[in-house]
């Protein structure tokens, strides 16, 4: 991989610098918990893909309807700007839009980002061979470590992309501080493009995240394969079980980790010793489902002007474009 083509955020936009802090306060906690980034390890980016070509796992399907049948007005408003997206994982939705870009300026900038170093190397690759036109260059790192970088690199010409539901995975303060970070990551007149995962009732949106084929189980309980190989863990896969819930007070699907057993699993290099009772719970995951009468006013409160929204004609999933 050439050093052109790819970017390992150092230390200078580390804003979490002690590695696995996230993961002892986590799991120190009486109600266990852990970062979702803890997901996308190289094997967890490859079971998300999956996950995406599951019959009950609308967003994806869902999202890329919106893209196919809006991504030239996106790119018209916008303009040939650098597009930057986060979490893109394997950029197989971006697509349509850097195929409408591609229509307006064949000489245009993507920067995918991510924290999964195998995925991105393949996808920054497979673009360059598709798009030779354009620049291609990938950002190895968490999306605070990206919009750090991007903070201290302005130009007059952006747009950050933020696809898929992982707006969701934010609890609400934390949100505000992305959404905070995002408008310091842009200059005047440039744009975010956020998709959001819109409310709906319990039952698509439990089966969406329990699927029969047991795929988002083996990504859930991968985070635990993951802290073992980057922890040096001892985490027993076979005492955990899977389960997805929506909580209707919260308008949120929450994921957790179950625990079979009354069971001691230690993390060496964080010389961190987890006691489990039978029952007991991690959670790893939260996505909010938002409602499009209060989020367009949220994000103008930041200074981001909402320019068009558009759906699918069931109202699931929403594509709202910002300028800052």
């Not at 993507?110 to 393949?122: A, E, F, H």
């Not at 409310?199 to 859930?220: C, M, Q, R, S, V």
Request: charged content about 20%; aromatic content about 12%.
């Amino acid at each position: 991989m050439s050093p052109k083509l790819l970017k390992i955020l150092n230390e200078n936009y580390q804003v979490v610098k002690n590695d696995g802090e996230d993961v002892i306060k986590g799991l120190s906690k009486n109600l266990k918990s852990l970062p979702p980034k803890y997901f996308y390890d190289d094997r967890g980016s490859e079971l998300f893909e999956q996950i995406s070509e599951l019959p009950e796992y609308y967003p994806t399907r869902i999202e890329t309807s919106i893209l196919e049948q809006y991504a030239d007005e996106i790119a018209q408003i916008t303009g040939s700007s650098e597009l930057v997206e986060l979490g893109s994982g394997s950029s197989t939705k971006t697509r349509l839009l850097l195929d409408a870009y591609q229509k307006i300026d064949n000489s245009f900038t993507y920067i995918p980002t991510d924290v999964s170093g195998g995925i991105l190397k393949t996808s920054v690759l497979d673009l360059q061979e598709k798009y030779p036109g354009f620049t291609i260059e990938g950002l190895l790192g968490t999306y605070q470590q990206t919009l750090a970088y991007l903070e201290s690199t302005p130009t007059q010409s952006r747009t950050i992309c933020f696809l898929g539901s992982s707006a969701g995975n934010f609890y609400p303060q934390e949100f505000d501080n992305f959404l905070t970070q995002i408008t310091r990551s842009l200059q005047p007149e440039n744009y975010l493009l956020l998709g959001i995962d819109l409310n709906k009732p319990k039952e698509i949106l439990e089966a969406a995240y329990n699927d029969n084929h047991g795929i988002t189980a083996a990504f859930n309980l991968n985070m635990l394969s993951h802290l073992n190989w980057r922890f040096q863990g001892n985490f027993d896969l076979n005492l955990f079980n899977h389960q997805a819930i929506y909580n209707q007070a919260e308008t949120q699907i929450e994921m957790y980790l179950y625990c079979q057993d009354n069971v001691t699993f230690y993390l060496e290099i964080l010389d961190l010793k987890v006691n489990f009772q039978p029952g007991e719970s991690i959670l790893t995951e939260i996505s909010r489902k938002f409602d499009l009468g209060i989020l367009p006013t949220k994000l103008e409160a930041k200074g981001l002007k909402v320019r068009k929204v558009w759906t699918d004609p069931k109202k699931w999933f929403g594509l709202i474009l910002c300028q800052a």
